[in-house]
């Protein structure tokens, strides 16, 4: 999302779909941002609006851009949701969706521990997923990408998703357990391809200035979730040794990670063939 984001300047307007009190920091660039969601956040939020994404209060080809990131598996009204989607957005704006692969173990554990998370779409092809956002906004579908996880839902420094039966039962939430999670299902991910460290797509739509970047990024953050590229956190000497494995500091929160190289996994990358960019920056 960062990468579309820098391409926006003063006086052009992001709406911020379905994110609570956002999906990205108000100080991240010069452009106004809008915040709509259904719910009000339970923190403050600068240009906020409470709606229903299905009946936007925004005229016609108001936005630059809109971001919808992990809120259109929410939406119960998908086609008017993202018929209105089309109609706020200018035919030169840029919309970036990201979204959970409902057959994933990651998306499935979510929606047992959380007893269906208000997942009410479940997604389960990105191409077909990309082909209906395509028919209902009006815009050119530009790249996919695979998303991976790192069950940071389950983290106890996180609101807790479930009750404490449901918690216990996949370890309690600690960060050892998570990292445990993490180190097993990326060494089954490498050697059976079992896409166990999976999480959903990050799908692009409209008019982009750079090529967007494809490639699949395997470490994620057992805290705040953020992703960050192999080759970058060497090139920032992130990564070190300890004892036999590999760490990094996250670059968002600080937290320890196990460090994966993201070529390991490009096979998961179940969307690669399709109209590959060239690859560019850095979250
Ligand atoms: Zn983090």
Not at 91 to 114: C, E, K, Q
Not at 130 to 156: D, F, G, K, P
Not at 164 to 169: D, E, K, N, V
Not at 208 to 215: E, L, S, Y
């Amino acid at each position: 999302m960062h990468e579309i984001l820098e391409n926006f300047g003063p006086g052009q307007r992001i709406l911020d779909l379905g994110s609570g009190a956002g999906s990205f920091p108000s100080s991240f660039g010069p452009f106004i941002a809008i915040r709509a969601d259904l719910d009000h956040p339970s923190t403050p939020a600068q240009n906020f609006a409470q709606a229903d994404a299905a009946r936007l209060p925004f005229a016609d080809r108001a936005f630059d851009a809109v971001i919808s990131n992990h809120s259109l598996e929410h939406f119960h009204d998908l086609a008017g949701s993202l018929s209105e989607i089309g109609r706020v957005l200018k035919p030169t704006g840029a919309l970036y969706i990201s979204v959970p692969d409902a057959s994933t173990f990651a998306d499935r554990l979510y929606r047992w521990l959380a007893r269906g998370g208000g997942h009410v779409n479940p997604f389960t092809s990105a191409q077909g997923l990309a082909a209906t956002i395509e028919r209902a906004t009006h815009l050119r579908h530009v790249q996919t990408r695979t998303l991976c996880a790192a069950l940071s839902y389950l983290n106890r420094r996180n609101p807790r998703i479930c009750g404490p039966r449901r918690f216990l039962l996949v370890g309690g939430g600690t960060e050892f357990s998570l990292h445990l999670f993490t180190y097993f299902a990326r060494l089954s991910d490498r050697l059976f391809g079992t896409r166990l460290g999976v999480y959903g797509w990050a799908l692009y739509f409209g008019n982009f200035p750079v090529a967007v970047d494809n490639d699949i990024w395997s470490n994620v953050c057992i805290r705040c979730g953020s992703g960050a590229q192999s080759e970058w956190l060497r090139h920032v000497n992130a990564v070190r040794r300890r004892f036999f494995l590999q760490v990094y500091r996250c670059p968002s929160c600080g937290t320890s990670n196990l460090f994966s190289e993201d070529r390991h996994y490009r096979r998961l990358s179940d969307v690669r063939a399709q109209r590959p960019g060239k690859p560019q920056g850095y979250n």
